[in-house]
């Protein structure tokens, strides 16, 4: 069975652009969450979705936002984007957002 | 702020002896804990989990511990094996579904 997958694996952007992330989760599995990883930092929560309702929201600015599709496929998207915001951005996926979480291989954003 | 910690960014231990990894939290709300894994390139893999209201959780090698009166909580590996070489986060929720993970430990395992 397929695990989560994410699109692109890597990317590069320059200051001020905007990116879309995508995520699509193992099958059966209703609820994605996103998380971005620093170098050098454990990875910290950016949203969850559950049956295409967001459910929480970590610390971060409106830049970031997201949704999910019909199909529980998802979309991360960073508008505006900083150079702090260089990182590998994680998608996980869960029947209904209860624990474990399985975890994509990411996607590593570089801005320039 | 940092709500779990793990104080320990690198450990090496001989093969087939005991690897043990150690993580503190702050939040006392936190009710569910779990240890992921990560290559190099891979997204973190779960590895195994503990409820708040048990103190202990066994899966083959490996063991969680948790001490809520300390806050703190250990994975311990026997015998550790190289493959077992990667990055390891420590993880809690509150109910929330939503994630705090620490630092993470990287562990080398010597042949």
């Known amino acids: 069975d397929a695990g989560v997958t994410q699109s692109p694996t890597h990317l590069i952007k320059t200051r001020g652009q905007h990116v879309t992330l995508r995520c699509s989760p193992i099958s059966g599995h209703k609820s994605v969450s996103w998380y971005q990883q620093v170098l050098g930092q454990g990875p910290q929560f950016i949203f969850q979705y559950y049956e295409k309702e967001e459910r929480g929201r970590g610390n971060f600015p409106d830049r970031f936002s997201a949704r999910q599709f019909p199909n529980y496929s998802s979309e991360l998207n960073v508008n505006a984007l900083l150079l702090g915001d260089s990182a590998l951005y994680l998608c996980?996926?869960?029947?209904?957002?209860?624990?474990?979480?399985?975890f994509g291989d990411g996607t590593r954003l570089s801005i320039l | 702020d940092q709500q779990v910690k793990q104080n320990s960014p690198s450990l090496s231990v001989q093969e087939g002896r005991i690897s043990i990894l150690n993580c503190d939290y702050t939040?006392?709300?936190?009710?569910?804990f779990l240890w992921y894994k990560k290559y190099p390139a891979e997204g973190p893999t779960f590895l195994i989990s503990?409820?708040?209201?048990?103190d202990k959780n066994e899966d083959g090698r490996f063991t969680v511990f948790l001490n809520k009166s300390a806050k703190h909580l250990s994975l311990h590996i026997v015998p550790s094996q190289p493959g077992d070489s990667a990055v390891y986060f420590c993880a809690a929720e509150t109910g929330a579904n939503n994630l705090f993970f620490g630092t993470g430990t990287r562990l080398t395992v010597i042949p």
């Open positions: 996980a996926s869960s029947f209904t957002g209860n624990q474990p979480q399985h």
């Open positions: 939040n006392s709300m936190f009710d569910y």
């Open positions: 503990i409820s708040s209201i048990k």
